[in-house]
């Protein structure tokens, strides 16, 4: 039952009038998600206007099925895919990055430790290692490593010792369940309103999906990808995503010189920040799920 669940699109209006500058240009909509940018994108397409759309998730391909509109493809792949269209193509790019509602509440998806599924977490359950698979061989130090970095977990080694020493035990943890329960037994304090299982299960989605990888390569491929005025609209969910599109366009919004060659002209920069936007107490209120998100809007220069 695909259709039980529902995404509620966060910065729908901001997200599509920072994206269009133009209603007859070629637009890409890095996470279709349930469509909900897409769909306004069309609405304000003339026939001329072309929307390409990725997405990692089957659930959200057959969801973009149902669009009858010869203006609007979508592909079955992960963004930095976005490197095969054609460059200097696109009129503005979005990416609406991370999990949409019905990955998160479906229990098959294994991505929720509020209620018990199989521990997966990939987007693309046709590609690719679930956690469980990953958790059943991988090494305590490793697993440290990812919960520490994709998490900021304090109790990062502790953690991942308890992993192991379980699979020793009775076998592999197999669902969200015994994650969490296992999590909780071990993080020693915890912190108002967020469930100890919290930073352990974010770190596991980020790694397992190669979400920060992914988005760097998407970003790189940005600057290929965009025509001058073209726009580069973001919307992140947490600091670690946040932090590397803020410092993608930081980085390439400054005239760069070469220290070796110190009177030849700068390289030109690439990328003018044009905003920061994050959702209304409206919106929060009538969607909690928005309450961490921060768009960044930058426009592609001559460059
Ligand atoms: C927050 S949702 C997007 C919601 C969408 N804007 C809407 O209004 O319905 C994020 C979507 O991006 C997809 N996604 C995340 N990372 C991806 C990647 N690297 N490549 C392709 N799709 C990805 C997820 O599968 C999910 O469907």
């Not at 695909?2 to 997200?15: C, G, I, P, S």
């Not at 490197?83 to 229990?107: F, K, T, Y």
């Not at 299982?197 to 596991?204: D, E, G, I, P, S």
């Not at 790189?220 to 670690?240: C, K, M, N, T, Y």
Request: include cysteine.
């Amino acid at each position: 039952m695909d259709n039980a669940w529902q995404h509620t699109t966060v910065l729908l209006n901001e997200a599509v009038d920072a994206l269009l500058t133009r209603t007859d240009g070629t637009y890409v909509d890095a996470t279709f998600g349930r469509g909900g940018h897409s769909r306004l994108i069309l609405s304000r397409l003339s026939p001329e206007g072309r929307l390409v759309a990725f997405d990692k998730d089957p659930d959200a391909i057959a969801e973009a099925s149902r669009i009858q509109d010869a203006r609007f493809s979508i592909r079955h792949q992960g963004f930095a895919h976005m490197d095969e269209l054609a460059p200097r193509s696109c009129a503005g790019l979005l990416m609406d990055l991370g999990v949409s509602s019905p990955q998160i509440d479906n229990p098959s998806r294994g991505f929720s430790f509020r209620s018990d599924g199989p521990l997966d977490m990939r987007m693309d359950p046709t590609r690719g290692e679930s956690v469980a698979d990953w958790l059943a061989t991988a090494e305590a130090g490793q697993i440290a490593e990812v919960i520490r970095d994709y998490g900021e977990e304090r109790f990062a080694v502790q953690i991942a010792k308890a992993i192991v020493s379980r699979r020793q035990e009775r076998g592999p943890v197999a669902t969200t369940a015994e994650l969490a329960q296992l999590v909780a037994g071990t993080v020693k304090t915890r912190e108002p309103g967020q469930d100890p299982a919290t930073r352990t299960f974010q770190a596991l989605r980020i790694f397992i999906n190669a979400e920060l990888e992914e988005l760097q390569q998407a970003l790189e491929a940005s600057l290929e990808l965009l025509q001058p005025s073209g726009r580069l609209v973001v919307i992140s969910f947490h600091s670690l995503e946040d932090r590397i599109v803020k410092q993608f366009i930081a980085a390439h919004s400054r005239e760069v010189f070469d220290r070796r060659a110190p009177f030849a002209a700068p390289k030109a920069m690439k990328l003018k920040a044009l905003d920061r936007i994050k959702p209304s107490a409206a919106e929060i209120a009538a969607n909690p799920r928005s309450r961490s998100a921060i768009m960044r809007v930058a426009e592609r220069t001559e460059a």
